[in-house]
């Protein structure tokens, strides 16, 4: 690959939080970006998405080509690479030389206009994050550190139930994603965080996260709807005014008690981190009449 000019004079490390949907990553990246040195930039792969309203910007409720900080963005990357925020290989597009270009020229810009080294990526997408491993391995001047932020099945279950997605489906996907998550970071140092304890201890949490980032927590972090936020795409919190959080239990109340036995029965090798029993399960088509 080709070697950009730096921007920034020091390295970027991308936080990259990858996690099914509906799992926290918003509320995650919100709290990590707290820190003085640290900058957020939310969901990064909904920079190329055609829909504008998908990638507002937390600062200014706008499109990137709007909003002041991502505009400033923009035109370093236009001049490191010569295309548009939208038009950069983030996902599956482009080849692994394009990939890596696009994104150390991403990071870089989005390094030197914030004056922060350390950049959170909440895409969640697994996809992205082996590309941006492999990338890394093959020259991309950036570091990145994994997060695997996972969700109980319940939960996530009845999230995506409540999208219309069938119960049995999404519980099998729900296994697939966990055994593939933990073979794509078998090679590589992560971390492993609950959605349900960040929930209930974000304090405890966020030291473990800022032990593993090498920063110290500072108290602005906690008062997560204080301060700038640059996040672009995630779900609707992030633009609320509620500084309560909650832990989401509503499964227990839509979710029948055998409807439940039939998903911990299913969902057993993610529990277990059995991987045999799931390839058990997933083999002979077992659904516990979901």
Known sequence: MMALPPLYSQMPTVVYITSRGHSGSTLLSLLIGGNSKVVSGGELKML?????????????SLSPEQCPFWS??????????????????????????????????LFEAIA????????????????RLSRLLKAKEKGCAIEVQPIHLHR?????????????????????????????????????????????????????????VMRWIQLPLQESQLQWREGIRRDVGGNRMRIGESTKICLDQSWKRDLKPVEVLKLTLLTLPVRLRWRWLYRKFHGRKIGFGL
């Open 48 to 60: 190329i998405n055609s829909d504008p309203r998908r990638r507002f910007c937390s600062c200014h």
């Open 72 to 105: 400033q963005v923009q035109a370093k990357v236009i001049d490191l690479v010569g295309v548009s925020l939208c038009q950069l290989s983030l996902m599956e597009g482009g080849s692994d030389d394009m990939f890596s270009k696009h994104n150390q020229a």
């Open 112 to 127: 030197s206009v914030s004056g922060c080294s350390i950049i959170v990526d909440s895409s969640k997408s697994l996809l």
């Open 152 to 208: 109980g099945p319940l939960g996530t279950v009845n999230s995506a139930r409540k999208k219309g997605h069938p119960l049995l489906s999404v519980a099998q996907n729900y296994s697939t994603a966990f055994f593939k998550t933990r073979e794509c970071l078998s090679k590589t140092p992560s971390l492993f965080i609950s959605y349900e304890q960040l929930a209930c201890h974000p304090r405890r949490c966020l030291q473990r």
